[in-house]
């Protein structure tokens, strides 16, 4: 037998692959810590945004006794918040509603050392009722347009110069300012695109007749209305759309096309059964995310849709359908872009802003999370 | 072809009796039936520049026609031509002549390519089945016909499952995955699929390329089995498949139809040299 242990040296000679140090091996050492700080720095930005804004926001929102929520905050709709004292020594800070309303109670009491925060009172119900209707419109307008425009760009057409231009003006709309989106929104939606009445503007570029009735179509724009700010978001997110959906598209084998054109299914059976119903995941997904990103956009409603103040929710007294869609509203982004940059500030304004802002990334992020999961689920169901 | 005609006449009459069984359609009388009738055709996936070129063939009712030859010789090109799968590339097309299947021309204006893909079925070379289950995948090509009603889908499915060899395996998981099946089995599901639709012609491209010999052999038994419903054309890169699963066999090489005689006759006495240096491993 031949033993191994013999041919090992007892004693231990010089380590053969010792470091030899030198200028490669600074140089390489100094390159990865580089790169890994420059990754950390992300790190630190996200910590240093959520960290803060969970910190000053949370309290807002939530509380230490039952219900553990701040109810209030999240049911009303942004006021003036007043702050008093009373002659008998009292300090108040009350809503402006609850501040009349106090008024009209205590009629004895004398205010001395009264001062109003503008936006600092209520809550944020008005807002967030009206981002969710932006949004919601966005996602209907810009699904619909994106899946078809996605759905002939990658099955339908042929290649060519014009299919090239088309992407490439796809491509441009992407890099496209958010404030230009804005005034694109407002020159278009809301100044001219068309609206079917019987009395049409002075101010509409042209009105067309419909026979054998009274109306027109009027082309004299929806006006500054949740319509146009939604379709303005729509056009927004399309590129992101159309490339999501395109991109699903082109995920989905060949050969599912294949078997289904070969047992004489046509160009939109062998489309609508073995092609998208396997892309549709993706598509969602994908879109899901644009979505919440032009969700958060200021720019592009601060012209066409939103209020800085509305004391009504979007369905009180509102005149049908027509009615409630070509209403302002107030929207998340640019109630946080008024409390934070449009006010005097003070400390009383501190906390709407903050909570406003929790409770804004909270639903972005549960929507992003949504969107997560359901490419998980559906990955775990679909697979080729 | 005339002449070839004439040479396989007689080559039959010296065929044993148990090739002769091996190799004989089950429908004698049709065996002369044209089926698939290529008229001097000559295709090309960009305009000028042909791939195949100037091929003549027939293929008769009930047989199983073998394509052989060397990767990129334009077999494929013309399976795919047959059902006109082709047209999903925009260059692609025939420059020259004319394809009749079952004596009518399918370039022809009046013909719809859809209605032609219902009698022409296909099965491919990476077995493809849909992420749906077992059953849906070979109702498809019945319910997009409109076919919805569950008798005649259950028929059908069990039907086109039992002739594809797999419904004993399948039975009792009919609502399961496609896709969860052995390779072998898939590509039975996809046999079954394409033959659901009772298409009078089956193209196979190289319909075992990617599976074991076991599931390999088991599949040429399909084939055989299938011949006496179906007319069917195989793609194959195996000569001893070609050898075993077929009628007749041609040779294509570098967009030419070589040689095309029955398949007894190719592999014991071809009458081209080439042939000859490819069956025998010379080249390919």
Redesign the interface.
Known sequence: MHDISEEIPKHRTANPFASKGGAQKRKDVFTATALRLATYFILLCAGYIFVDIIIKGAPVVFKASPPFVNIDFLTKSPETLMTFETSDGAEHKLDFSDYSQFKRDFPDLKIVEEHSHAFSGGGILGPLVGTALLTGICIIVALFVGLTTAIYLNEYS??GRFMDLIRLAIMNLAGVPSVVFGLFGLGLFCLVAPVITDAPMESALFTVPILFTKSYISFQGWGTCMLAGGFTLAVMVLPVIIAACEESLKAI?M??R?????????KW?TIA??VLP?AFPGMLTASVLGITRVAGETAPIMFTAALSHKDKLPWQDVNGVGGFLSQSVQAMPYHIYTVAARIPQSEYTRPMQYGSVFVFLVVVMLFAALSVFLRIHYRKK??? | MKTSMSEQEKQEEVLTPETKTANQPVTRENTHDLVIDVDNVSFGYVPGKDVLRDITMNINRGEVTAFIGPSGCGKSTLLRCF?R?ND?I?TAGISKGEIRILGTDIHAPEVDV??L??HV??V?Q?Y????KSIYENVA??L???GINGKQALDQAVEESLRYAGLWEEVKDRLNASG?GLSGGQQQRL?IA??IA?RPKIVLMDEPCSALDPISTAIIEELITKLRSEFTIVIVTHNMQQAARVSDRTAFFYLGNLIEMDRTTTMFSNPSKKQTEDYISGRFG
């Open positions: 042929s290649k084998p050969g599912f294949e078997a289904s054109l070969a047992l004489g299914a046509t059976q059964k073995s396997y679909i697979k080729w | 059902n799968m999903l925009p859809i209605e893909r219902k079925g296909m491919f990476k493809n089945p849909f992420p498809f090509g319910r997009i016909q896709l996809c699929r394409a639709v």
